[in-house]
């Protein structure tokens, strides 16, 4: 004889289980990309290993600490669009040749008390001071200004 249906109802299936898991990777997911907070936090631990694989010390960043509170002096603050501009004029100077404002992404990022504008192309990387407007990094290497 055939088996029985109460045997075939007991056979276990892990199609539900797996479906759950993606949804909840799904919201998961979904919460991330639009969390800001998440963002800042990410960019601001990217930012310090960074800066500890480039080997900056603590002179160096004293040094940055006193010469960033005279550029917060100035009040000289560079605005979203001004810095997306300036940055799509330095990555066509890298050779990017086309791209707009919609092609970038811009995350603001906070070290050793100043505030910048990371701005990353396809290609490149761009941080800008957001106190001053002056390029502080291109692809990671400082920039003398």
Do not use: C, H
Request: proline share 1%.
């Amino acid at each position: 004889m055939g088996k029985s249906k109460r045997e075939k109802e007991g056979s276990f299936s892990f199609i539900p289980i797996v479906i759950i898991i993606i949804i909840l990777a799904a919201i998961g997911l979904i919460w991330y990309f639009f969390n800001e907070n998440i963002k800042d936090t990410v960019g601001n631990i990217v930012s310090n290993i960074q800066a500890k694989m480039d080997g900056e010390d603590e002179e160096v960043r004293e040094e940055k600490t006193e010469e960033t509170k005279n550029i917060e002096k100035n009040n000289n603050e560079i605005s979203f669009d001004e810095a997306m501009e300036k940055a799509i004029l330095e990555f066509e100077k890298l050779g990017e040749e086309g791209l707009e404002k919609t092609d970038l992404e811009l995350l603001k990022v906070k070290r050793d008390e100043v505030e910048y504008f990371r701005i990353f192309s396809g290609e490149n990387t761009i941080e800008i001071i957001i106190s001053d407007g002056r390029i502080n990094r291109i692809n990671g290497e400082k920039v003398d200004n």
